[in-house]
C-alpha cells in the first residue's frame, strides 16, 4: 500500500468524482487532494513516490469521468489558489479561480477579457484547453503561466512553451498549473459588461446552458489553428455534420445529444459515463458512415470502465 505524504490540505481517499464534475457521472478517484496552498502543493508532489499518478481537475466541465473512476491522486485546487488581481492591463489570476470571475474583474478594471465570461471553467482548465470563444482564445492573451512540477518546484512557463493548438497545449507531464497571467485590451468597463451580458444572452439562446453537459462534443472538423484568426477556418461544424448524420436528438440510456444543439452531449438525469461516452462513439461512427469524417473528441475522457 502507498503511504501518501502528510498535508496541510484535505486527503479523501476513493472519493467519488461524480459530483465534481459538469455531467455529474464518474467512479472514484483513489485519492482527491485538495492542498492547502502553493507549499503544501509542492511538498506533498515532492514527498509523493514517483510511481503514483496524478491528475490535476479544474472544474470538469470538460470531462467525463469514467464509472471505473481514476487510479490516480486527483489535485483539485481550491481556496489559496483562486486570487485575482489587476495591474493595469495585466490580470494574474490563480488556476483555481473561475473563467468568469476573472471576466468581470478585469472588466471592472478597463480590460478585456470578455470571451472568458460564458465558459464555465477555472484559468488552469483554460490555460491547459486553450479555452475560447467568439475569436478569441487564451492563447491570444497569455503572457505567462506558473506551474508545480511533478518532482515539486515552482516553474514559469512562457506562451511558446504552452505549444497552443486548437483547443489544446502541453504542460510538462504531471504539471499542476498554479496560476496565469493575461495581458488583453483597453476597453470601457460599463461597454465591457454589456458585451459579456449580451454574450451570455446567445448561448442561452443557442446552447443547453441549462442542462448537465461539457459544451462542445467534438472539435469542428476544420479547426486546427489556435488563434481565431484569418487562418482559423471553422466552415465545417460538428453540429452540422452530427444534424446531417441524422443524430441530432439520439439517445442511449440517459444520454443525449441535444436537441437544442446537436454538438452537445447531454445527462438527462441517470446517465452513466458509459451513456455519454458510447452515444458519442455511435455519433461518431454514424458521421464518418454519412460524410466521411472523423470527429475527435473535444470532451476529455479520462479513467476505468466498470468491470463486467
Ligand atoms: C456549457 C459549457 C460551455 C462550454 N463552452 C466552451 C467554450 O465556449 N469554449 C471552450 O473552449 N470551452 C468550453 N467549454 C468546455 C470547458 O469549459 C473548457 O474546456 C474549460 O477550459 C475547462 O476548464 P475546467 O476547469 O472545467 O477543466 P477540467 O474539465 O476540470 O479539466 C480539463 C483539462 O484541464 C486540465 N487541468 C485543469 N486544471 C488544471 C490545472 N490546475 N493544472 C493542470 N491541468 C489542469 C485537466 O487535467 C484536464 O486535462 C464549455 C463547457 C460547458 C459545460
Known amino acids: 500500500m502507498t503511504v501518501l505524504p502528510v498535508t496541510r490540505g484535505k486527503l479523501s481517499e476513493n472519493r467519488s468524482l461524480s459530483d465534481?464534475?459538469?455531467?455529474?457521472?464518474?467512479?472514484?478517484?483513489?485519492?482527491?487532494?485538495?492542498?492547502?496552498?502553493?507549499?503544501?502543493?509542492?511538498?506533498?508532489?515532492?514527498?509523493?513516490?514517483?510511481?503514483?499518478?496524478?491528475?490535476?481537475?479544474g472544474v470538469g466541465s470538460n470531462l467525463i469521468v469514467r464509472d471505473g473512476g481514476l487510479r490516480a491522486v486527483v489535485i483539485r485546487l481550491g481556496r489559496g489558489f483562486n486570487g485575482i488581481e489587476v495591474e493595469g492591463t495585466k490580470v494574474t489570476a490563480g488556476a483555481a479561480a473561475l473563467d468568469a470571475h476573472v471576466a468581470r474583474k478585469a472588466a471592472d478594471a478597463g480590460v478585456d477579457l470578455t470571451f472568458l465570461r460564458t465558459i464555465p471553467g477555472s484559468i488552469g482548465g483554460a490555460v491547459r484547453m486553450n479555452a475560447g470563444c467568439y475569436g478569441s482564445y487564451t492563447a491570444d492573451v497569455l503572457k505567462k503561466a506558473t506551474i508545480v512540477t511533478r518532482q515539486g518546484?515552482?516553474?514559469?512557463?512562457?506562451?511558446?512553451?504552452?505549444?497552443?493548438?486548437?483547443?489544446?497545449?502541453?504542460?510538462?507531464?504531471?504539471?499542476?498549473?498554479i496560476s496565469a497571467?493575461?495581458?488583453?485590451?483597453?476597453?470601457?468597463?460599463?461597454?465591457l459588461h454589456a458585451r459579456m451580458t449580451a454574450q451570455l444572452?446567445?448561448?442561452?439562446?443557442?446552447?443547453?446552458?441549462?442542462?448537465?453537459?461539457?459544451?462542445?462534443?467534438?472539435?469542428?472538423?476544420?479547426?486546427?489553428?489556435?488563434?481565431?484568426?484569418?487562418?482559423?477556418?471553422?466552415?465545417?461544424?460538428a453540429w452540422k455534420v452530427i444534424d446531417d448524420a441524422g443524430m441530432r436528438g439520439a439517445k442511449k440510456g440517459g444520454a443525449q445529444m441535444s436537441p437544442k444543439h446537436s454538438n452537445f452531449l447531454i445527462n438527462t438525469?441517470?446517465?452513466?459515463?458509459?451513456?455519454?461516452?458510447?452515444?458519442?462513439?455511435?455519433?461518431?461512427?454514424?458521421?464518418?458512415?454519412?460524410?466521411?469524417?472523423?470527429?475527435?473528441?473535444?470532451?476529455?475522457?479520462?479513467?476505468?470502465?466498470l468491470k463486467e
Open 20 to 57: 465534481l464534475t459538469w455531467l455529474r457521472v464518474g467512479g472514484p478517484a483513489d485519492y482527491l487532494f485538495q492542498p492547502a496552498d502553493i507549499e503544501d502543493l509542492q511538498g506533498f508532489l515532492r514527498e509523493l513516490p514517483d510511481d503514483v499518478v496524478i491528475f490535476p481537475m
Open 153 to 177: 518546484e515552482v516553474i514559469e512557463l512562457d506562451p511558446e512553451d504552452l505549444n497552443f493548438r486548437y483547443r489544446q497545449s502541453d504542460l510538462p507531464d504531471g504539471a499542476v498549473l
Open 181 to 191: 497571467t493575461f495581458e488583453g485590451p483597453k476597453g470601457d468597463p460599463d461597454a
Open 201 to 237: 444572452q446567445k448561448r442561452d439562446e443557442t446552447q443547453p446552458t441549462k442542462d448537465r453537459s461539457a459544451g462542445s462534443t467534438f472539435r469542428n472538423p476544420a479547426g486546427f489553428s489556435s488563434t481565431g484568426k484569418a487562418d482559423d477556418v471553422h466552415d465545417l461544424k
Open 269 to 305: 438525469g441517470e446517465a452513466t459515463a458509459a451513456d455519454l461516452e458510447g452515444l458519442g462513439e455511435e455519433v461518431r461512427k454514424k458521421v464518418y458512415e454519412t460524410s466521411g469524417i472523423t470527429l475527435e473528441w473535444e470532451i476529455m475522457r479520462v479513467g476505468d470502465p
